[in-house]
């Protein structure tokens, strides 16, 4: 079962305990089906009687698919509202792969409608046109979440925020490794151009004719191919720290470079 079929199979079971948010949720899920059951039966009268009375007792929604004003003036009958539009035209991604949420209008004004009833709890849902309907959507991982609470899906909201969890933790490690990953390349780099120039200057005018302090860290560059700057120092006496040691071995390549020139 998919992720989005598993938060509708959660919100079927969630029932609207006052009867203006049932009411709310009804007529979300009549507007965005598009159609009634009145409209399968053949009594032209038994269908007008229908829609009359689906009008004035359940407020039907208009042409353009919205519902009355009246049905949306409390923040529960809104969440009900969405949670009805979205059982009937509505999706989520699998959070694993990306996160999307939408819900399918079959007009702008429907959308517009919809919009401002889920912004109204601080999100930032969009519009854009796909063909011929409008679809409002969220994409963002903590929007989602959040609308998810809105409609009251809370098994689903923890699931997704278990993936989410899961998934900043592996960006995390990813991140940590390339840094690390980084660092150990412009090393391994530095230490092989540091060699390079040291061989340079031994083959050309020979380590003697380097100052005694540059000498002595160039043999033990030598020794020590792999050693990080700061073990280099150790070995000095007195011991000089990294810095120290850094600005010893930049000496040592300005002069390979002279040198080269």
Do not use: W
């Not at 679809?135 to 989410?164: C, F, P, S, T, W």
């Not at 003697?208 to 070995?235: C, F, I, N, Q, V």
Request: proline share 3%.
């Amino acid at each position: 079962m998919s992720f989005s079929s598993q938060v509708k199979e959660e919100l079927s079971r969630h029932m609207g305990k006052s009867r203006h948010c049932q009411l709310a949720e009804l007529a979300a899920m009549l507007a965005f089906e598009g159609r009634t059951v009145g409209q399968e039966t053949e009594n032209e009268l038994r269908k007008e009687k229908y829609h009359h009375l689906l009008g004035e007792v359940f407020h039907r929604p208009n042409s353009d698919g919205t519902i009355s004003g009246m049905l949306l003036l409390q923040p529960c009958c809104k969440r009900a509202y969405i949670r009805g539009a979205f059982l009937e035209g509505g999706s989520i991604s699998d959070p694993n792969k990306s996160y999307h949420f939408e819900i399918v209008c079959r007009s702008l004004a429907q959308a517009k409608q919809l919009q401002e009833a889920i912004n109204s709890f601080g999100l930032d849902a969009k519009i854009v046109a796909r063909k011929k309907y409008e679809v409002v959507y969220l994409k963002e991982g903590a929007q989602i979440v959040d609308i998810l609470n809105v409609m009251e899906a809370h098994v689903a909201l923890m699931n997704l925020e278990n993936v989410r969890i899961l998934k900043e933790m592996r960006n995390s490690v990813n991140r940590q490794v390339n840094c690390e990953t980084a660092n150990i390349s412009k090393t391994v780099s530095a230490a092989v151009k540091q060699l390079e120039d040291i061989a340079y200057i031994r083959e050309n005018v020979g380590l003697d004719s380097l100052p005694e302090h540059l000498k002595e860290m160039a043999l033990l560059r030598l020794e020590h191919p792999e050693a990080p700057l700061g073990e280099l120092g150790t070995y000095l006496n007195p011991p000089v720290g990294k810095s120290g040691v850094n600005h010893r071995l930049r000496k040592i390549s300005e002069l390979a470079d002279r040198l080269r020139d």
